[in-house]
Nanobody, 114 residues
């Protein structure tokens, strides 16, 4: 199993970013995919999750209405569209899948700052 994130960077408050996660090594469409984040000095937290067929999506309260998770089962990709970013969203964002075990990507840094 391999998960590779991309799309992080520096953005001003109020801006947007789209994170991508390329998955391989498992039957992608069969598994829930999640995005987590970890800010400095804080525990890793669940940001959003989407079921295999994409029919159910869940979000942390802190990102509801601003972030949107989606997936493309033909391309084995999962995305996180992040709008109205604020400095509290600054963190390393990780793609996660629980297949036979827990698998994490390497993470992508998102920094929201003016």
């Amino acid at each position: 199993v391999q998960l590779v994130e991309s799309g992080g960077g520096l953005v001003q408050p109020g801006g947007s970013l789209r994170l991508s996660c390329a998955a391989s090594g498992f039957t992608f469409r069969s598994y829930t995919m999640s995005w987590y984040r970890q800010a400095p000095g804080k525990e890793r937290e669940l940001v959003a999750a989407i079921t295999g067929a994409g029919g159910v999506r869940n979000y942390a309260d802190s990102v509801k209405g601003r972030f949107s998770i989606s997936r493309d089962n033909e391309k084995n990709m999962v995305y996180l569209q992040m709008n109205s970013l604020n400095p509290e969203d600054t963190a390393v964002y990780y793609c996660y899948a629980r297949v036979s075990a827990s698998y994490w990507g390497q993470g992508t840094q998102v920094t929201v700052s003016s």
